[in-house]
C-alpha cells in the first residue's frame, strides 16, 4: 500500500519543532523545503512583480503563514544592492501640507516596493547636517521637498543617487523635478484680488530661505507691476499661527492704515492674521480687509475660517514623484524630466471677489506628459 504523502500543515509542524530545537531563526530554505519548491521560486514570491504560477505562490504563502516566516530585508538588500528604502527630506514649517504629503508618497512608494525614511528639517538651512545622515543609510533614492544648492546636487550626481525635486526647482541646473507652479499661482492670486478693485496690496511672506516663498512673492510682485498697481509692502513671517497677527499689525503700522488686501504665505498665517484682524483689531473681514492664504490645508476649510485660498494637487504630485523616481532608479536614465502642476483657485469667504465665468483653474493644464529632456530656465 502506497505511503500518502504528509500535508503542508504536517511539514510544516514537524519542521517547526526542529527549528524551536535548534534555536534559529525560520529561513527562505526553510520554507522552501514544507512547500515542496525551490528557494528561488520562494524569493520570486515576496519581490513584487516577479513571475510566479499561482499554485507556487499559494504553497509558498501558506508555508511561510504555518512557519511564521518573515523575509529578511537585510539580507536581501546583500543580493539585489538595494535597499528598498527612499529618503524623503520634508522641511516642517515650509511644508504645513506635509502629513498629507508623507501618507500619499508612502502609499505611492508602498505600492512599488518601497519604504519610505523620513528626514525632517526644522529649517531649510539644514540640508547639510541632514544630508550627512542619509548617506549612511545607503537609500535607493531621494525625494528632497527642501532647497538644495549646485554643490548638492553635484554630491548626488557623484554618488550616483537617484533624486527628485518635489515642489523646488533650480534655476541653472537640470534635474528631476514635480513641482506646483508658485509663481504662476501669485500671479493667480494677484489677479482675481485686483479684478475685485484690490489696489493696496501687503504680503506676510515666509522664511527668507524658502524657494516657495520666494517664488509665490516674486509672481505676485510682477503681477501687480504688470497691472500699474503700487508694489506690495512686504513683512516677514515664520509660517506659524503668530506670523500672522504680528503681520498683520507691521503692515498696518507700516502703510499708515489697514490695506485693500493681504496675502500670506501660508493658510497658517493667514488664519492667525484672520484671526487678529476680527477679534482683537476688530476690523471686518472681507469688507474692509481681504485675506488670502496659500495650500489648502484643512482648517482653511473649517466653516470659522472658509479662507480664500490656492490648492496644491498634493495627490497628483506625490504619484508623480514616487512614479518618476522609482523609474530613474530601474532605468538608470540620465534623461531629465520636469513634472508641473498647477493651483486651484479656491474662492473662500475672506475676500471680495468677483466671480469669473471662467475662473483660472488651471488644474487640468499639469505637464505629465512623455519623458523628454527639459531645460530649466
Known amino acids: 500500500m502506497t505511503k500518502s504523502k504528509p500535508t503542508i500543515e504536517v511539514c510544516a509542524t514537524e519542521h517547526k519543532a526542529s527549528i524551536a530545537r535548534e534555536a534559529r531563526r525560520v529561513t527562505s530554505y526553510d520554507v522552501a523545503l514544507v512547500a515542496g519548491v525551490s528557494q528561488s521560486a520562494v524569493s520570486r514570491c515576496f519581490k513584487p512583480g516577479a513571475s510566479v504560477s ?5 504553497r509558498v504563502m501558506k508555508a511561510a503563514a504555518l512557519l511564521d516566516y518573515i523575509p529578511n530585508a537585510a539580507a536581501r538588500s546583500l543580493i539585489t544592492r538595494r535597499s528598498n528604502m527612499v529618503a524623503v527630506l520634508v522641511t516642517n514649517l515650509a ?6 504629503l508623507l501618507a500619499e508618497l508612502s502609499k505611492q512608494l508602498s505600492g512599488l516596493g518601497k519604504r519610505v525614511l523620513l528626514f525632517p528639517l526644522a529649517r531649510e538651512a539644514d540640508v547639510d547636517r541632514v544630508l550627512a545622515d542619509v548617506w549612511q543609510f545607503q537609500v535607493d533614492g531621494v525625494i528632497a521637498a527642501t532647497r ?9 550626481e557623484r554618488r550616483r543617487m537617484p533624486l527628485v525635486l518635489f515642489n523646488r526647482t533650480l534655476r541653472d541646473q537640470s534635474v528631476n523635478t514635480v513641482t506646483c507652479d508658485h509663481l504662476e499661482a501669485g500671479r493667480m492670486l494677484v489677479s482675481r484680488l485686483a479684478a475685485a478693485g484690490h489696489r493696496r496690496f501687503g504680503i506676510i511672506a515666509g522664511t527668507e530661505d524658502s524657494t516657495v516663498a520666494n517664488e509665490r512673492r516674486r509672481g505676485a510682485v510682477e503681477r501687480l507691476a504688470e497691472l500699474g498697481l503700487p508694489p506690495p509692502v512686504v513683512v516677514p513671517g515664520e509660517y506659524d499661527y503668530n506670523s500672522g497677527a504680528a503681520g498683520l499689525k507691521a503692515l498696518i503700522a507700516q502703510m499708515g492704515g489697514v490695506p485693500d488686501a493681504i ?7 493667514a488664519i492667525g492674521c484672520l484671526d487678529c484682524a476680527r477679534h482683537e483689531l476688530g476690523i471686518d473681514v472681507p469688507g474692509q480687509l481681504s485675506v488670502a492664504g496659500f495650500d489648502a490645508v484643512e482648517p482653511s476649510n473649517w466653516l ?20 518618476l523616481l522609482c523609474a530613474v532608479i530601474d532605468s538608470h536614465e540620465s534623461q531629465v ?3 508641473v502642476f498647477s493651483a486651484q483657485f479656491i474662492e473662500g469667504a475672506t475676500a471680495r471677489l468677483h466671480p469669473l465665468a471662467h475662473a483660472p483653474t488651471l488644474e487640468t493644464a499639469s505637464a505629465t506628459g512623455p519623458r523628454v529632456p527639459v531645460a530649466i530656465m
Not at 538644495?148 to 548626488?156: K, M, N, P, R, T
Not at 496675502?263 to 498665517?269: L, Q, R
Open 54 to 58: 499561482k499554485s507556487t505562490h499559494a
Open 95 to 100: 511644508n504645513l501640507y506635509y502629513p498629507e
Open 148 to 156: 538644495l544648492s549646485a554643490e548638492h546636487v553635484a554630491e548626488f
Open 263 to 269: 496675502i500670506c504665505g501660508s493658510d497658517v498665517m
Open 304 to 323: 470659522s475660517y472658509n479662507l480664500t485660498t490656492l490648492r496644491q494637487p498634493m495627490p497628483k504630485m506625490a504619484c508623480a514623484a514616487a512614479s
Open 337 to 339: 524630466e520636469r513634472r
